[in-house]
């Protein structure tokens, strides 16, 4: 079974600030992790993910995320805050072994970025 | 990316009626499609996974009779909630996958459900 916790559900910024979002994972074999973003009302949007190989992954819109197996953990950056960065984030896990089909979501952070 | 289109966005029913949310793949060909349930402030909830023409597989704890899944076809899953209830009232998402192709998991934009 395979788990993924998120510390913190919310997250306050000032604009132009770090950003990190925190996610631990729980998985008895090598996972592949992924983060998405939700908007109010909307579906959820691929930020990044990994899989295999490098283990520093960089995504979309700025945001990066590195694999730390011995830590397990897979935590979330960005530089410098926008305003259009406020939103929910979830940090989930797939088996590989599987195929990598089936997600498993942490409980999500709302980042909230301030002036 | 790949286009997902859940249609419709909200929806408002009264109790004992049913309702159909229909979840589009627009430029791929969809071999899984999963539907997700998303309480207020909470994650997303795997309901269940259809492949293409089989039967859909339930989570533990999902009504199958409730909550009637078809895939009848590469681009359209379709989720049925049948005689809902006001505590079926939620944000419903789905996702499709091209697995012959290896692809990501595409979301759709969701659907909100009021039952009343």
């Known amino acids: 079974a395979q788990s993924v916790t998120q510390l913190g559900s919310h997250v306050s910024v000032s604009e132009g600030a770090l950003v990190l979002l925190r996610c631990n994972y729980s998985s008895s074999v090598p996972p592949y992790l992924f983060w998405y973003v939700q908007y109010p009302n909307q579906g959820l949007q691929l930020l990044l993910k990994y899989t295999t190989g490098a283990t520093l992954v960089k995504g979309i819109n700025g945001f990066e995320a590195e694999f730390k197996k011995s830590e397990t953990s897979f935590h979330l950056t960005k530089p410098s805050a926008h305003m259009s960065d406020a939103a929910e984030y979830f940090c989930a896990v797939s088996d590989p072994t599987g195929g990598g089909n089936k997600l498993t979501f942490g409980t999500g952070t709302q980042l909230k970025v301030e002036l | 990316g790949a286009v997902v289109s859940q249609h419709p966005s909200w929806v408002i029913c009264k109790s004992g009626t049913s309702v159909k949310i229909e979840c589009r793949s627009l430029?791929?060909?969809?071999?899984?499609m999963f539907w997700y349930r998303q309480f207020p402030k909470q994650s997303l909830m795997l309901m269940a996974t259809s492949n293409e023409g089989s039967k859909a597989t339930y989570e533990q704890g999902v009504e199958k009779d409730k909550f009637l899944i078809n895939h009848a076809s590469l681009t359209l899953s379709t989720l049925t909630v049948t005689s809902a209830h006001p505590e079926d009232s939620s944000f419903y998402i789905c996702s499709a996958r091209d697995l012959s192709r290896n692809t990501e998991a595409f979301f759709g934009q969701g659907t909100r459900l009021t039952v009343v």
């Open positions: 430029d791929f060909q969809a071999t899984t």
